[in-house]
């Protein structure tokens, strides 16, 4: 049972954190990813429209310091030239952004735009390249015809961010390459990525090694319920035994009465209760199985057969449609209290002179039962309480049916210990579905 708790409990726990982990990482790179390809990028195309192709704003796009952080200030700065550059000396290109720094030039990449012009009157095509230091004139204007050809004033060309004016005679396309702020948001999403998965790795660590103290408390309050509940049962039976007994020789002695006899049904009635405690709190705690292949089209037959006697007495039928051939692996005397159960519970609370169906088929290579009565006061939904412990509807408590409300949860400690699910709902407020997927 620990063991089944605390892989149950692993898994939870460590499904909600990654669930957690990737919302949160979805968030923040869509954040990430607005605030560099729209908001900055955006910030930097205004610019380039307003000034008529002049991006004013260094500091959008990484260009030179503003005059203050100069060593000279104001107009002397203003007045500064760079130094000559021998056109002799070859240069290396990743020497070619601090040139053009020091030749008093924007950097590269990051101030990598420039514009295509196309008059409406003429159809002349000119482009203005003198931004552009690795785009060709020919590959600008063959950019400038694929954007044309999209009804978008604005969007992404390769790496390329572009946005279309419209003005009386001409039409001007503005293009800002976008390589760094791609490779930014790169880098970003990689190392968010990872983090991420650093932080998962170590918090699902951090789980399953404490989850075993965590599952302890609850594992051991577990079995000390059901070691209470087997106990008490156990000591139970023992004065109910001597209790019926005398109430036994006092009937012999001096007849049966209505009070001998409500005694002694009452005591039966408690001892059913007892059997059905142990038995359940027994399915519960062992884990062990004792699995063989068996007929499970013949089993299901033989059980329907079995009831047919008893629903007739309680004038009733059980009509079934069995699939032949449909093995089985599992515990053979568990499958059985399981259909004798299900059965039971089906004759118990179905309305009076009307028919059981059970129905046996493969679906989706899974033997799957279904068990419909006719029932009163129903709604159309799931029942999941029905499995729960000593539940019984309120309705049920009102009636003349005997019952303690247990049997159903022995049915799903049988499905549950065979990896099965079981259901139980009403489609239409008057039948209800039992359903075994085993």
Not at 44 to 50: A, Q, R
Not at 125 to 151: G, H
Not at 294 to 316: D, M, P, Y
Request: contains cysteine; negative net charge; aromatic residues 10%.
């Amino acid at each position: 049972m620990e063991k089944i708790l605390r892989r149950r409990f692993i898994g939870f726990s460590v499904g909600v954190v990654f669930l957690v982990l990737f919302v949160m990482l979805l968030i923040i790179v869509g954040i990430n990813y607005y605030q560099v390809m729209y908001m900055h990028l955006g910030v930097m195309m205004d610019d380039l429209i307003t000034n008529n192709g002049e991006i004013t704003n260094q500091n959008q796009v990484g260009g030179l310091p503003e005059h203050n952080n100069l060593p000279f200030k104001g107009s002397e700065a203003d007045k500064m030239e760079p130094p000559p550059i021998n056109p002799n000396i070859e240069v290396e290109m990743e020497d070619h952004h601090l040139l053009s720094f020091v030749a008093g030039q924007r950097p590269i990449y990051s101030s990598e735009y420039f514009r295509v012009t196309i008059n409406e009157v003429t159809k002349e095509i000119t482009a203005d390249m003198q931004r552009s230091n690795y785009t060709s004139e020919s590959t600008a204007i063959i950019y400038a015809r694929e954007v044309l050809k999209v009804d978008k004033d604005h969007g992404f060309i390769d790496e390329y961010k572009y946005a279309i004016v419209k003005n009386e005679d001409s039409i001007i396309i503005y293009f800002i390459d976008c390589t760094t702020a791609f490779n930014m948001y790169q880098n970003f999403v990689w190392n968010s990525l990872w983090v991420c998965l650093s932080a998962f790795i170590g918090i699902s660590v951090s789980i399953t090694i404490l989850s075993k103290k965590v599952v302890e408390v609850i594992a051991r309050g577990y079995e000390q319920q059901n070691e209470f509940i087997t106990g008490i049962s156990h000591e139970l039976k023992t004065p109910l035994t001597i209790i019926k007994g005398n109430v036994e020789v006092i009937t012999l002695q001096e007849g049966p009465t209505m009070w001998t006899k409500s005694i002694i049904d009452q005591i039966n009635r408690l001892t059913k209760l007892i059997d059905y405690l142990i038995s359940l709190t027994k399915l519960e705690e062992d884990s062990n199985l004792t699995k063989t292949t068996f007929s499970l089209s013949e089993l299901i037959t033989e059980s329907c057969i079995f009831f047919e006697g008893v629903a007739r007495s309680k004038h009733k039928k059980i009509e079934y449609t069995i699939q032949p051939d449909i093995s089985y692996m599992g515990d053979t005397q568990n499958i059985e209290l399981l259909l004798s159960i299900l059965l039971e519970n089906a004759l118990k609370y179905s309305i009076s002179n009307s028919t059981i169906y059970v129905t046996l088929r493969l679906i989706n290579k899974k033997p799957t039962i279904y068990i419909i009565n006719n029932a009163e006061n129903l709604e159309v939904k799931q029942y999941n309480e029905w499995f729960e412990r000593f539940y019984r509807a309120d309705s049920s408590r009102a009636s003349k049916t005997s019952g303690f409300g247990i049997g159903l949860s022995m049915a799903r400690a049988i499905v549950i210990r065979h990896k099965g699910k079981i259901t139980a709902e009403s489609l239409d407020g008057k039948k209800a579905t039992l359903k075994v997927v085993l």
